[in-house]
């Protein structure tokens, strides 16, 4: 793993203990997108009944990742269950037909394996703008995460999303509604290139409960107003800021 020499301050002095969602489950890999040694490649499957919330960057040169994503959120599909894959080290923008490609072929190539509609894969890319991505080395990995996933690799999947940031940040919380505890767990990574009319970064954020899709993206646009479009640190702006939510569909905690 790539040894970060300088941490910031703000940096808590522990990764947070983190719940666990039922049927989200993480696995990362190094793939060798990212300079160093560390992991640079997430894949989060998700199971059936899941509802998927997308909220993007509004720059008018968004990379192929956010394009493809912004076009699937809200499809309705009768196999529920879904995916995210997420590289680090190139953030396949500014790339042209070519960036579109590799999406195509990285996304086909995972739904065969973990037997999802490509219309429910979403991906994510992070890193050096305008550089060709070389998918293959993600679907050579495709295989190994799809063998690894588990629930509690969560905090691995929040390292593995770093590009400049220099420690992992992740958040979970337990809420009680009428009896029943509500878990949400919660990563993201961002750095530089961050400013209001979408904090530059990518979030995703998984909730124990049974979310309408009207709702979930209700509660996604009102939480980012006050929370990632709230944010500056040094006024540019990225092509691929994402954040998605997802609502894991537990019927007996239905919000």
Do not use: W
Not at 48 to 63: C, H, N, P, Q
Not at 74 to 89: E, L, Q, S, V
Not at 98 to 123: N, Y
């Amino acid at each position: 793993m790539s040894v970060i020499l300088k941490v910031s301050p703000l940096a808590p002095k522990n990764f947070p203990n983190m719940y666990p969602i039922p049927g989200v489950r993480f696995a990362t890999v190094n793939a060798g997108i990212k300079s160093g040694d560390g992991e640079d490649v997430t894949l989060i499957v998700l199971e059936a009944e899941t509802v998927v919330a997308g909220l993007f960057t509004k720059s008018m040169t968004r990379s192929a990742p956010v394009i493809d994503c912004q076009n699937k959120i809200g499809m309705k599909i009768k196999n529920n269950g879904a995916a995210i894959i997420i590289n680090a080290g190139n953030a396949n923008a500014f790339t042209g037909r070519q960036g579109e490609i590799a999406v195509h072929e990285i996304i086909a190539a995972l739904s065969k394996r973990v037997e999802v509609p490509v219309e429910r894969i979403f991906s994510s890319s992070t890193g050096v703008i305008g550089e060709p991505l070389e998918y293959e080395k993600i679907i050579n990995v495709l295989d190994y995460l799809v063998d690894s996933v588990h629930e509690a690799k969560i905090e691995d999947a929040a390292r593995a999303i770093m590009t400049t940031d220099t420690f992992p940040k992740g958040s979970s919380v337990e809420l009680s509604d009428e009896g029943a505890k509500i878990k949400i767990s919660g990563i993201a990574k961002g750095s530089g290139m961050i400013r209001p009319d979408f904090a530059t970064l990518l979030s995703f954020i998984f909730i124990d409960a049974k979310i309408s899709q009207s709702s979930l993206n209700k509660m996604h646009s009102e939480a980012i107003k006050v929370s990632f479009e709230a944010i500056t640190v040094d006024g540019d702006t990225s092509p691929n800021d994402s954040s998605l939510l997802v609502a894991n569909g537990n019927l007996e905690k239905s919000v």
